[in-house]
């Protein structure tokens, strides 16, 4: 009988210790929860009609019967209009899918680096990588 009690007693102080937490670590694990679900709600596909204006977005465009996800950063702007992010030139597409928050590497469309900073100082522009 009295190795019961000590076992109950045992699992008692076991219980105590356990949930008695400190705020600021419950509210930490909290904070880290709700970033989880958070990236992982923007990193999935949603219908264009929820896409903001003036983000990089990633998008999907009917090719036929199949979808395809474009190789580089799109943006609508607030006149409606879709506009390749990295160039910043208009492109006529009909996107049915965006991921928000994500944005894709640029591409260097096979260039050496040398042939890059070259085309990057000729044109007169400051350089950015």
């Known amino acids: 009988m009295r190795l019961m009690v000590f076992m109950n007693v045992k699992k008692q102080r076991r219980r105590k210790s356990s949930s008695s937490r400190h705020p600021a670590e419950v509210e930490a694990a909290d904070r880290k929860i709700k970033n989880y679900l958070l990236r992982l709600h923007l990193s999935l596909w949603h219908p264009i009609s929820t896409a903001p204006t003036n983000h990089d977005l990633e998008l999907k465009v009917l090719d036929r019967a199949s979808s395809i996800i474009l190789p580089f950063p799109c943006r609508r ?11 910043e030139t208009s492109i006529d597409i009909r996107p049915t899918k965006c991921v928000h928050g994500k944005r894709q590497k640029r591409v260097s469309y096979c260039l050496t680096p040398e042939a890059t900073f070259l085309i990057k100082t000729s044109s007169g522009g400051a350089i950015h990588e």
């Open 77 to 87: 702007t607030t006149a409606g209009e879709w506009i390749n992010a990295d160039l």
